[in-house]
C-alpha cells in the first residue's frame, strides 16, 4: 500500500524516518506545500501557525532537494530562537536519519560557538540558525553560503518582533541571489510582507485558514472580573478544570512573578518563566512543563514565545497583551497538532473593546464565559476525583498483602460508607474553601472597580513593621540555603546580619525584609553584582523594578522542545483521516490531581522546586 508520504513525492528513506515518528498521514499544510516545495524553483510563504506541522513540511523536501554527495552548506534555516532553533535541528536529523551522509547543524546562542564551528568545518549540508549566532560565525569568515539554494525564514513574524531585521538582511546578502526563500509565519504584518516583497520573487502564497487567524481547533473565552477579583478568579478556573495544563500570560516579569508566587503559596503546582533567569534555569522550568511534573507555566509574552509543548489545554491571559498580534501567538501554545484548545482571557470591563479587535483579527468570536460558582467547583472536583478513582490502575502484586489488613479496618462500614469517607477526604477540603465563595463575575458594565488599585494580585506576606520586604533573583535553584542567602547579602550589599529580617528562600527567586534605613545603601552597593555570570537583581516587592546591572540584555524566546506525533485524532475539518501515532508522544496528563489546600508550597514541604527560565541570544549584537 502507498504511504500518503510517498505519494506527495517523499523518498523511502524519509518516509521510513517519518513512520518512525509516528506521522501516519500528512498534516493539511504538509499536503499542502511539500508538493510545491519539492519543486525546488519557486519562492514560497506559508501562513502558518506553529504546531501545525510546519517544521515537516519545509523540513522533508529540504531533504530531497539537497545533494548531500557535497558537504558544503546548501539550506539555511532561519528561526528566532534557541529553543526553535535545536528543535527544528533535530526534526530534521530524525527526517533524515536513513538518508546518507546527511548532516545539520544547529547554530545558536548561549553555546559554545567552538563546538559549532568544529561540526560546520567538518562539513554540513543543513545549517538550523537563530540571526545572532550566524551573524557571528558569517564575521568570523567560518562559513561559506555560496552554494546556498534554500533559505527558510522560519516564524519570521517573531523574528522581526524581536528585532533581527537587519541581521536577517546581512545574512542573506552572504547566500546567492538566485537561492529560492521560503518564509514561514504565524500572521502576516506589513514588515513580512515588506520581507516577503523585498527578498522574494513571485512567491506561492499558502495560507492555512485566513491571514491572521488562529488555530481552528482553539476555542476562545472571556470572563469578565473586578481588578481586585482577577486572581482568585483565575484561581477558580484552574480549580474547575482538575486536569489544566496551561500557560498563563502575564505583561510583566513581576506580574509573572508575583502570580506563581501566589500560585505555589496557595499550594498550586506551577512556576515562572521569565527573561529574569539564566538560560539553564529557563532550560529547567522548561523541563519541568514538558515532563509534566508542573501544571502552570506563568510567563511573559517573550519568554513563552514558541513554547512548542503538545497538549496544553488552556492558556489564559492574565492580562491581555499589549500588541493585538501577540494574542495569536499566545493562544497558539495551545491546539497544537491536532488537539483542541481553550484560550480564556480574564478581563475588566473596560478591555471588552480590546476582546472586540481580537475578534477582528483572529476571525474568530469569544464566547463570553461565566465564572463558575463555588459550588460548581466543588461538584467538579468530586467527579474528577470519582473518576480518578474508577480509573487508578491497582498494583495487585503489592496491595495483595495489605488488603486483610484493610478490609478489617473497613469491615463495620458499608460500601455505601467507604466510598463517601473516600470521597470526602478531598471533597471537604474544596467544601470548607469555597464555602461562602462569592460570585466573582463583574457585569460589562461595571464601573465598581474605579479607584482600585491595579491588577496586582494580593500578596501573601507582608512586610514586618520597620522592614521592607525585597525581591532577589537567586533562590535554592542557585544552591542558596537561608544561610547562604543571608550571607550573599550581607556581604555583597555592606550590611550587618542585624538588618535581615524574614527570608523567604524560593525557587529561581527569594524575598528577605531588611530594615527601611539600610535599603538605599543596599541598592547602591547590588549594582553590578552578578552571581555566576548573571547579574543579580533586587527589587521592592510589588515595586517597579530596581536593576542592578545595567543594559539588561533583553529577554529572548523560549520554547522548542516537545516532539511526538499527538494522539490519532483527525486534522481539521472533521476529515477522518488520522495523522500521529504517538511513537514519540508526550505524557498524559499525570499532572492534575488536587491542589493542596494546607497552604503549603511544594518547598515547604521540603520538595526542592526547580526554576529557570533565562535570556538567549542578545537582541542586537554588540
Ligand atoms: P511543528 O508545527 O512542526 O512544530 O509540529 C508540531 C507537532 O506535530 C510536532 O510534535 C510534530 O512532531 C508533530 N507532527 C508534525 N507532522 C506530523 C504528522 N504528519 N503526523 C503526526 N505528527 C506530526
Known amino acids: 500500500m502507498n504511504n500518503p508520504f510517498k505519494l506527495l513525492g517523499i523518498s523511502d528513506d524519509v518516509v521510513n524516518a517519518v513512520k518512525d515518528l509516528g506521522f501516519e498521514n500528512p498534516t493539511p499544510i504538509q499536503e499542502q506545500a511539500i508538493p510545491v516545495l519539492l519543486e525546488g524553483n519557486n ?13 515537516a513540511a519545509f523540513g522533508l523536501p529540504l531533504i530531497e532537494l539537497i545533494d548531500f554527495k557535497s558537504n558544503k552548506p546548501q539550506a539555511l534555516i532561519l528561526c528566532p530562537t534557541r529553543e526553535l532553533c535545536l528543535q527544528i535541528a533535530s526534526d530534521i536529523k530524525n527526517y533524515s536519519k536513513n538518508t546518507p551522509g546527511a548532516s545539520v547543524v544547529a547554530v545558536y546562542g548561549g553555546a559554545n560557538i567552538m563546538q559549532q564551528l568544529r561540526e560546520i ?42 528585532g533581527f531585521q537587519e541581521d536577517i538582511n546581512d545574512i542573506l546578502s552572504t547566500t546567492p541571489d538566485d537561492k529560492k526563500t521560503w518564509l514561514f509565519s504565524a500572521t502576516m504584518p506589513p514588515e513580512v510582507r515588506r520581507i516577503a516583497k523585498n527578498y522574494m520573487d513571485n512567491p506561492t502564497e499558502l495560507t492555512m485558514g485566513t491571514k491572521n487567524t488562529g488555530n481552528v481547533n482553539i476555542e476562545h473565552e472571556y470572563y469578565i472580573v473586578r481588578a481586585r477579583d482577577k486572581y482568585a478568579a483565575l484561581k477558580r478556573i484552574v480549580d474547575f478544570n482538575p486536569e489544566i495544563f496551561a500557560v498563563v500570560f502575564c505583561k510583566t516579569k513581576m506580574d509573572t512573578q508575583d502570580v506563581a508566587e501566589n500560585l505555589i503559596k496557595d499550594g498550586y503546582n506551577a512556576d515562572a518563566l521569565h527573561g529574569d533567569l539564566s538560560q539553564q534555569q529557563r532550560d529547567k522550568v522548561m523541563q519541568r512543563f514538558r515532563d509534566r ?21 488552556h492558556v489564559i491571559n492574565y492580562s491581555l497583551p499589549d500588541e493585538i498580534e501577540s494574542y495569536t501567538h499566545r493562544s497558539g501554545r495551545t491546539g497544537r497538532a491536532g488537539k483542541t484548545g481553550i484560550s480564556i482571557c480574564i ?32 461538584e467538579k472536583q468530586l467527579f474528577s476525583l470519582v473518576h480518578k478513582v474508577h480509573n487508578v490502575e491497582v498494583n495487585e502484586s ?26 470526602s477526604l478531598e471533597f471537604n477540603r474544596f467544601l470548607e474553601y469555597y464555602k461562602n465563595a ?8 461595571d464601573r465598581g472597580e474605579r479607584g482600585l488599585r491595579g491588577d496586582r494580585p494580593e500578596r501573601g506576606s507582608r512586610n514586618s513593621e520597620g522592614y521592607t520586604r525585597l525581591f532577589i533573583n537567586l533562590g535554592s535553584v542557585d544552591d542558596f540555603t537561608r544561610g547562604d542567602l543571608l550571607s550573599f547579602v550581607c556581604n ?12 523567604d528562600l524560593k525557587g529561581v527567586y527569594s524575598f528577605f525584609e531588611v530594615e527601611d534605613a539600610t535599603v538605599d545603601s543596599l541598592f547602591n552597593n547590588f549594582k553590578g553584582i552578578e552571581f555566576n555570570n548573571r547579574g543579580v537583581r533586587i527589587e521592592k516587592s510589588g515595586d517597579a523594578p530596581v536593576s542592578t546591572r ?73
Not at 475588566?348 to 463558575?372: D, H, V, W, Y
Not at 529572548?556 to 485524532?569: A, D, N, T, W
Request: overall charge positive; glycine content about 18%; some cysteine.
Open 347 to 378: 478581563i475588566n470591563s473596560k478591555e471588552i473593546g480590546k476582546i472586540r479587535q481580537i475578534e477582528r483579527i483572529i476571525g474568530k468570536q469569544f464566547t463570553k464565559a461565566e465564572l463558575p460558582t463555588g459550588f460548581d467547583v466543588c
Open 550 to 622: 545595567g543594559g539588561g540584555g533583553g529577554e529572548r524566546r523560549s520554547g522548542g522542545g516537545g516532539y511526538g506525533g499527538g494522539e490519532r485524532k483527525s486534522y481539521g475539518g472533521g476529515e477522518r483521516k488520522s495523522y500521529g501515532g504517538g511513537a514519540r508522544r508526550e505524557g498524559g496528563n499525570s499532572g492534575g490531581g488536587f491542589r493542596d489546600f494546607s497552604g503549603k508550597s511544594r518547598d515547604d514541604r521540603g520538595g526542592r522546586r526547580e526554576g529557570g527560565s533565562g535570556t538567549g541570544e542578545r537582541r542586537r549584537r554588540s
Open 43 to 55: 519562492d514560497f510563504v506559508g501562513l502558518a501557525q506553529t504546531g501545525t506541522g510546519k517544521t
Open 492 to 503: 555583597n550589599g555592606k550590611i550587618s546580619g542585624k538588618s535581615i529580617g524574614k527570608i
Open 121 to 162: 568545518r567538518n562539513g554540513v549540508q543543513i545549517v538550523v540558525a537563530t540571526p545572532g549566532r550566524m551573524l557571528d560565525i558569517i564575521g568570523r569568515k567560518a562559513i561559506d553560503f555560496t552554494n546556498v539554494k534554500y533559505v527558510v525564514l522560519d516564524e519570521a513574524d517573531e523574528m522581526l518582533n524581536m
Open 438 to 445: 462569592p460570585d466573582l463575575n463583574a457585569s460589562a458594565d
Open 293 to 313: 511534573n508542573m501544571q502552570l507555566l506563568i510567563a511573559t509574552d517573550v519568554a513563552a514565545r514558541g513554547i512548542d509543548v503538545n497538549n496544553v489545554t
Open 398 to 423: 503489592q496491595i495483595e498483602q495489605y488488603i486483610p489488613r484493610i478490609m478489617d479496618e473497613f469491615a463495620e462500614l458499608t460500601k455505601e460508607d467507604v466510598i463517601k469517607r473516600f470521597a
